[in-house]
């Protein structure tokens, strides 16, 4: 069992940055990524990434999104840069129950926990 802890969200303007956090606890996990969902909309992958630093993003926030992680505070960030409103989403963490050994496809179905999401809104 993973749990899984975001925080890091909030309010912001175009062009802004925020980061958001994960804290891990439970079972180790180096298998992960970050996925959000809008109003109305369908659940999309925003990154992933593996415990060897393999990384993968959408392509709609390639360039202005970094996905890390911190093995010895078992956590995982998103750094989003030059956010734009159509940023805005729940976003929440998400871990997979099995090794990989490259980046994860950007496929929520494939993963098994899930933390219970914060909130970024950007203003236009």
């Known amino acids: 069992q993973v749990q899984l802890v975001e925080s890091g969200g909030g309010s912001v303007q175009a062009g802004g940055s925020l980061r958001l956090s994960c804290a891990a606890s439970g079972d180790s996990t180096y298998c992960m990524g970050w996925f959000r969902q809008a109003p109305g909309k369908e659940r999309e992958g925003v990154a992933t990434?593996?415990?060897?630093?393999?990384?993968r993003f959408a392509d709609s926030v390639k360039g202005r999104v970094t996905i890390y992680h911190d093995l010895a505070k078992n956590t995982l960030y998103l750094q989003m840069n030059s956010l734009k409103p159509e940023d805005t989403a729940m976003y929440y963490c998400?871990?997979?129950?099995?090794?990989?050994?490259?980046?994860?496809?950007?496929?929520?179905?494939?993963?098994?926990?899930w933390g219970q999401g914060t909130q970024v809104t950007v203003s236009s």
């Open positions: 998400a871990a997979k129950s099995s090794y990989c050994a490259f980046a994860p496809l950007l496929r929520w179905s494939d993963f098994a926990y």
């Open positions: 990434l593996n415990r060897y630093g393999d990384t």
